[in-house]
């Protein structure tokens, strides 16, 4: 394969489309399929064999807009279409090439216009199983140029240039990652790709596997050629069946195409991926522990150093990054690390993919330049908390992030702000609250999963967590004290100080935060005994316990 | 040198080539364990004590190792599931979007709490930790199906047709 192999199999699917005078493109993620989009797909394919119109029906992967779903796109004048039904199917099809169909408008141009796709370029564009439509969309173009131009440390510096940080939330600067695991001296190393997404909230990672499989499997590809690595593995949830079925798909065509096996493009370069399952543990989604159920061992992390990259799976030199930060390595490479550089803040480089639920209009997969303000991610694109409600907080980093309040809507998206902020990036949830939800109840709901999640290998994390959720339960539930919060406020810090891994670390800042910013609201339960949001069943009779 | 022979198929259930094939595939090696115990649980619907035994022996993983894993991974399931699953999510955006209120509804219609199986094995409700389908908060899966937003009603119908089967 060289690039004008790939230009040749560009234009075949081009010369393909030519033939149709219209594109209609059905979603096919989890959220549309599970509106059967599946069915309407075949309802537009009868309705068009009876028409005699020519159009090319696709399945696409996620459009984004999870809350009008099923949604139909069609082209060439880029049409939404939403909440489609089997009953549409004629009136679509009619409506190709005449007056579109009023009811089904989707008319939210700020939802889109405000946002700056990069990982999600191809997503509800393509159909997720060809590797010939993602080709024809200038994908492996960057690997190609990798292996055929450029020497491995160009690579690396290409990544560093572009200022690349771990999308998984951590924020680690993925050049001079890959630098570190390029010097290492080995015969073998490992490429893994963490598809664990385990922050209830946030599933940028299944649509983007879903979506566009073939750009993560090009970004690994690429790292395994920078690092000197010739096996990877995929670490997806089990949850992610049909990420599962696609990248499965995936990876089989673009082994068909030469791009993944041995002497890829005629170089000397091998490599290959595996996909591994997760089996339901929130703690996988750290590195070592990670490494450690690709072992096939119980999930529990490790001490480090040694960092993976001198000593990750079996014991050798291994490079770990989230989906989304192998999904912006392609396109890094075809445009140069300059042009990513570009995008974003001082330190903060590039896109963010978010997942935006709870309270808000637009609920679905949005993706915008770092540094946005967040108003303008919530009140623009996500258009505001429904009628007749307030807005309240908006929930960044999982279990292990914290919640902003109104008062500070305007600070822009970047991993400094956050933390400033009392939260974090983390991997991209983006959860708004309205003034139905208490904060205190939240905090609970966040420890208790800390509490289930947790691995039971250090003391801090297993009982602290244990104990702060019994803490939070009796303020919830009206029988908690002042000194319970001072207790609370305490092993906040002991848990986050002792704690081994990531996991017990962060656990204590939903607490933080929300002690931070909703002081009251705690003050309530415990003087008051009052929950403001109503959300709290507050047992009057309890006695207080001293 | 000593050559260890894999333990026998415990049964003439064709369920258990389909094991052996997933240790096969793997060179019966250590790493493997997770994978069988996927392919386990997808052919049989659980691991009983002969399941881990079996795979134990076969992959040479201590017993203690193998009922480690089995225990610490949420996704594995020591008893028989009902004929039908109603999993309901609990992740934070279902949480936000009143997904406790579904969870007791489901909890008094079946008599049965999370976790557990109805007395005449129909009906198992299980929570899950985010099926990632947050756009459709709150989101509940009958026998796989996955059912958003304001379909409690439709989750209820469904418990009434389980019910009656």
């Known amino acids: 394969m060289n690039l004008e192999e790939l230009q040749q199999i560009a234009s075949g699917v081009h010369n393909e489309n030519l033939l149709f005078d219209f594109e209609v493109n059905v979603c096919q993620g989890t959220g549309c399929l599970s509106q059967h989009s599946d069915d309407i797909k075949a309802a537009l394919e009868a309705a068009l064999a009876a028409s005699g119109k020519k159009a090319l029906i696709r399945r696409t992967g996620c459009m984004g807009l999870c809350a009008a779903g099923p949604l139909v796109l069609i082209e060439p004048d880029a049409q939404l279409l939403q909440h489609v039904t089997v009953k549409h199917a004629d009136a679509v099809i009619n409506s190709l090439g005449a007056t579109p169909v009023a009811e089904l408008q989707c008319d939210l141009r700020q939802h889109f216009d405000d946002q700056d796709h990069v990982v999600l370029e191809n997503s509800g564009r393509i159909d997720p199983e060809k590797i010939d439509e993602y080709i024809a969309r200038d994908g492996y173009q960057g690997l190609v140029m990798a292996l055929t131009d ?109 791009l993944l096996g041995n002497n890829i493009c005629g170089t000397p370069f091998n490599f290959d991926i595996e996909i591994r399952l997760g089996a339901g543990a ?89 540094g946005m303000p967040l108003r303008q991610i919530v009140e623009g694109i996500g258009g505001g908390v429904p009628e007749g409600r307030t807005f309240k907080a908006v929930q960044t980093g999982g279990p292990s992030g914290g919640c902003i309040p109104a008062e500070l809507l305007d600070i822009e998206v970047s991993y400094e702000s956050l933390i400033q902020a009392g939260s974090m990036m983390g991997s991209g949830g983006m959860i708004v609250m309205d003034d139905t939800s208490c904060m205190v109840n939240v905090a609970k709901f966040f420890m208790e999963f800390c509490m289930t999640e947790s691995c039971g290998k250090c003391i801090p994390c297993r009982a602290g967590t244990v104990q702060m959720h019994t803490l939070l339960t009796r303020i919830c539930d009206g029988s908690g004290t002042m000194d319970d919060l001072d207790l609370l406020v305490d092993l906040c810090s002991t848990v986050k100080e002792a704690s081994l891994c990531g996991l017990g670390q962060t656990a204590p800042n939903p607490v933080l935060s929300t002690l931070r910013y909703f002081k009251q609201e705690y003050m309530d339960h415990i003087v008051n005994k009052r929950c403001t949001a109503g959300v709290c069943n507050i047992n009057h009779a309890a006695e207080v316990i001293a | 040198m000593l050559s260890i022979s894999p333990p026998p198929l415990p049964s003439d259930d064709k369920r258990w080539k389909i094991v052996n094939g997933t240790m096969r595939r793997h060179g019966f090696a250590r790493s493997a364990l997770i994978e069988t115990l996927h392919t386990v649980q997808s052919s049989f619907g659980y ?60 909890e008094s219609r079946l008599g049965i709490s999370q976790g557990q199986t109805t007395p005449d094995g129909n009906i198992s409700l299980m929570t899950a930790r985010c099926v990632g389908a947050c756009g459709r908060a709150p989101v509940a899966l009958t026998d796989g199906e996955l059912l958003g937003q304001s379909d409690a009603e439709h989750m209820m119908a469904e418990l009434e047709r389980w019910a009656v089967e």
């Open chain 2, 47 to 106: 691991l009983d004590t002969d399941a881990i035994q079996f795979v134990a022996h076969s992959l040479h993983v201590p017993l203690s190792q193998a009922y480690g894993v089995v225990t610490f991974y949420h996704h594995f399931s020591l008893k028989p599931p009902g004929r039908h699953t109603l999993m309901i999510c609990t992740g934070t955006a279902c949480y936000i979007k009143g997904t406790e209120k579904l969870l007791a509804e489901a």
């Open chain 1, 150 to 258: 450029m020497r491995p440390a160009d690579v690396i510096k290409q990544i560093t240039e572009s200022g690349l940080r771990g999308r998984g939330g951590g924020g680690y600067p993925t050049g001079l990652k890959w630098g570190m695991v390029a010097k290492a001296q080995s015969e073998t190393k490992y490429v893994i790709c963490n598809g664990d997404e385990g922050d209830p909230g946030a599933f940028m990672d299944r649509s983007g596997l879903e979506s566009d499989p073939q750009r993560v499997i090009e970004g690994m590809a690429i790292a395994a050629y920078a690092v000197g690595a010739s096996k990877g593995y995929i670490y997806v949830r089990a949850e992610y069946p049909l990420a599962v079925s696609r990248l499965t798909v995936s990876l089989r065509e673009a082994r068909r195409r030469g």
């Open chain 1, 282 to 370: 929130f703690v996988c989604g750290e590195e070592t522990a990670l490494i450690a159920s690709i072992e096939g061992l119980r999930g529990t992390p490790r001490v480090r150093p040694p960092y993976p990259a001198a000593s990750g799976l079996w014991g050798k030199p291994t490079l770990i990054n989230n989906v989304e930060t192998f999904a912006n390595v392609p396109t890094i490479l075809r445009k140069g690390g300059a042009w990513f550089a570009a995008i974003g803040t001082a330190k903060s480089k590039g896109t963010k993919v978010f997942a935006l639920t709870g309270k808000i209009r637009n609920t679905g997969l949005v993706e915008v330049p770092m």
